[in-house]
């Protein structure tokens, strides 16, 4: 089953992950690209419920093939940053094995900030597993892996035993590409020590949907500027508008980052089909790509609002729901 960003809460209890009855240990991959690992893991350990978590849709679609091939049921796909599933999805305690594979190496020193396994990670991570949890490493990149042994040190909260890379880490495709390149792979158990602080979610959803209405009409629109809204935690931007055919509706498309969650989004304004409102325009979040509702998307409906009544003295908000 594939998730989006807007399937979750923060944080998702496993049982909600998983459904309630799921007892068993949970396992995340992070950055699992073509879903093999994943796959051993399911054939592996039919107890456990796996999380897997992409950035690229490509990969979840093949990895979603190969498990619905292999009959696994048990696994959960999510289309979204392994950084946000950690600090924003996942209860404290909840995990009870984290695999990283091959994560991108970013091996330009101005990219680094890119790096997944950073000290902040490994803080937040170790709040989240459970207490004989652990996390396996297996990277190709030398200068990766003695850094994230480093930062795991700096977070002050874990044990480390580099060690050789179990067989099963050494039939991802990546580590078939290196394999066959001759290079050397390199492994690590990190075990929490039990001291995290506790860490909140950063990004806190909520179930309404975010809306405002306005008095006024449909605006006749000869351009469109970028406009862009700094908020405490990230920012919203409304790229584009365009007319629907029918000409009923505006819709303004958008991108919202909230630390490392970034989501399309479309804000849409149309005319309130009750008769007796027929001056009343609705401005919402169409449900369209399933975003999360965060602060992100009712700063987005407030810039989409403000705008329109930027545009002429007629326009007045009178509900704000967000
Ligand atoms: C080098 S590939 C390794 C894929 C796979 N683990 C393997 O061994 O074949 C790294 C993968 O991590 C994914 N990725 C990179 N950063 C990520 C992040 N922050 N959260 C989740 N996935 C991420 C990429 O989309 C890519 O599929």
Known sequence: MLLRPGDLHTPTPPGELFGGESSGPVFLEIG??????????????????????ELSPTACQRTLQRLGDHGHERVRLVLAPGEF????????????????NFPDPWPKE??????????????????????DGHLRLTTDHADYFEWSLEQADDSGLWRVQTDQPPPSTLGTKYARRWQAEDKSIEHALFEPTGEAPEIPASIHATETMH????????????????????????????????????????????????????QDIIVEAYESPTEDLDDRLIVRIKPFAKPLTTEGTSQAVDLAAEWLTSLDDEYRVIERRY
């Open 211 to 262: 809306h405002a209405i306005l008095k006024g009409r449909l605006p006749d629109l000869d351009e469109f500027d970028k406009l862009r809204r700094p908020f405490d935690g990230g920012q919203a931007i409304l790229l584009h508008a365009y007319r629907s055919v029918d000409g009923e509706r505006l819709l303004m498309t958008g991108l919202l980052e909230e630390e490392e969650l970034s």
């Open 110 to 131: 101005r990219h680094r900030e890119n790096r997944l396994l950073d000290a902040e990670f490994f803080t937040i991570l170790a709040d989240r597993m459970a207490p």
């Open 32 to 53: 699992f690209g073509n879903g093999r690992f994943l796959c051993h893991l399911a054939d592996e350990y039919p107890r456990a419920n796996l999380l897997g978590v």
């Open 85 to 100: 599933v950690v600090r924003d999805v996942m209860p404290p305690g909840s995990l009870d094995r984290v695999f990283v």
